[in-house]
């Protein structure tokens, strides 16, 4: 497989995955966890810059810049983004996932990490694609992990709100039948 044609189908992931929030957020609109109001912005955030790291080389693939250089641009544009955002989600996670040991927190920070370290390796010695297409990879398999956790939370939401429904028509019911 050719490296646009990896490209092509990470912003097809990308934006699905992005469409997919979005149902996402129609559906449960009413009640959040403090958690998921900052997990939905993260999850849009991550689909849309993976788009936005996987456009930069295909663009750059059309013009006469030469591969190597293409993919130092790319790997260089990810690990800023990945430095600009580590610190702010890290504290954000710890006001939120309070128990260090949360497996959550534990994978974003590991992906973050090894996003960061493939993106700086490949500017300053690789200079190919497959670090840079790890890396978008990477952050598909972390956005498809928040909306795991956000759609786990939607199902547990619904049942909550159904098994309460439920609950108010049997009380109505008995108190009919008395």
Known sequence: MAAWEALDSILEVGI????FSGVV?????????????????????????????????????????TQP?????????????????IPYRTVRIKQLFLDPSHLGRRLGLIVNILVFGLSLINVFWLHTSWPHLT?????LLLAFGVFSFLVTELWTNLAN??????KRRQDQDNWLRR
Not at 71 to 85: D, H, K
Not at 161 to 166: P, R
């Open 135 to 139: 890396s978008l990879l990477l952050m």
């Open 161 to 166: 709100v159904s098994g309460g429904a439920v």
């Open 25 to 65: 957020i129609a559906f449960g609109r009413k009640e959040w966890s403090s958690r998921a109001m900052f997990l939905l912005p993260t999850l849009l955030d991550i689909a849309f810059l993976t788009v936005v790291l996987a456009f930069i080389p295909l663009i750059l693939l059309t013009t006469s810049i």
């Open 69 to 85: 250089v293409v993919w130092q641009i790319a790997s260089a544009a990810t690990a800023t983004y990945v430095a600009v955002v």
């Open 16 to 19: 699905a995955i992005a469409g």
